[in-house]
């Protein structure tokens, strides 16, 4: 069975930085994506990045692209999002995910994610 363990969510100043880690566990297959996705308080969960992890290609929404940054260490299934220069309207929930299998690309549309993690709560502070 499917697995994840999220860490690094918190409390942060706007203009400040965190990073996110989602361990995956329970599955094999040599090519998969793993993406985050959020959710804010009364709003859709939106897709913010994701990975593929054999060719390391990667996909991010406008709304993060050039702030965040996904990275993946296959040798223990975790995904990384480093997030930079934070702003109070990224204060969500953050849910990793993963599919599989995937080969080259990934996509951020999270009816092709199978399975998901708790979430893990970043509040940004004006």
């Known amino acids: 069975q499917v697995q994840f363990v999220e860490s690094g969510g918190g409390l942060v100043n706007a203009g400040g930085s965190l990073t996110l880690s989602c361990a995956a566990s329970?599955?094999?297959?040599?090519?998969?994506?793993m993406a985050w996705f959020r959710q804010a308080p009364g709003k859709e969960r939106e897709g913010v990045a994701c990975?593929?992890?054999?060719?390391?290609?990667?996909y991010y929404s406008d709304s993060v692209n050039g702030r965040f940054t996904i990275s993946i260490d296959n040798a223990k299934k975790t995904v990384h999002l480093h997030m930079n220069s934070l702003k109070p309207e990224d204060t969500a929930v953050y849910f990793c995910?993963?599919?599989?299998?995937?080969?080259?690309?990934?996509?951020?549309?999270?009816?092709?994610?199978?399975?998901w993690g708790q979430g893990t709560l970043v509040t940004v502070s004006s």
């Open positions: 995910a993963t599919d599989y299998p995937v080969v080259a690309v990934c996509f951020l549309w999270p009816i092709r994610y199978k399975y």
């Open positions: 329970g599955f094999t297959e040599d090519h998969y994506a």
């Open positions: 990975i593929q992890n054999s060719y390391g290609t990667t």
